[in-house]
């Protein structure tokens, strides 16, 4: 095998364990989320964990962070809530740079 060819699978290899972290990240970034969320809806236990998942599988309707953003926005909107988006979207935030600590942490 060349050198070449080393160097291509390392990349491969690279991006594909960048793209896992990335998926993971999300997925517990949008968990986060849930959770915060139901917090605000004053939701705790199970019912505050059975939302989160709401919010992970919300993730799945399209590319992007805008079906979770719409997802959490329209719940906070239907209780009445006075969070705005920038709250919204810094907490998003905020939570993914969480989520990446604790993956890269092992946590």
């Not at 793209?19 to 849930?34: I, P």
């Not at 805008?66 to 909107?77: E, G, M, Q, S, T």
């Not at 009445?80 to 092992?106: C, F, P």
């Amino acid at each position: 095998m060349t050198t070449f060819d080393n160097r291509k699978d390392a990349a491969e290899k690279k991006f594909a364990h960048d793209a896992e972290l990335q998926f993971k990240a999300a997925a517990r970034r949008n968990k986060l989320l849930g959770l915060w969320v139901a917090g605000q809806l004053g939701k705790d236990g199970a019912d505050a964990e059975a939302y989160a998942k709401t919010v992970v599988m919300a993730d799945f309707e399209e590319a992007g962070d805008d079906d979770v953003f719409r997802k959490v926005r329209a719940d906070l909107d239907a209780a009445k809530l006075d969070v705005s988006d920038h709250v919204v979207r810094r907490t998003m935030d905020e939570l993914m740079a969480k989520a990446i600590e604790e993956i890269q942490a092992g946590t």
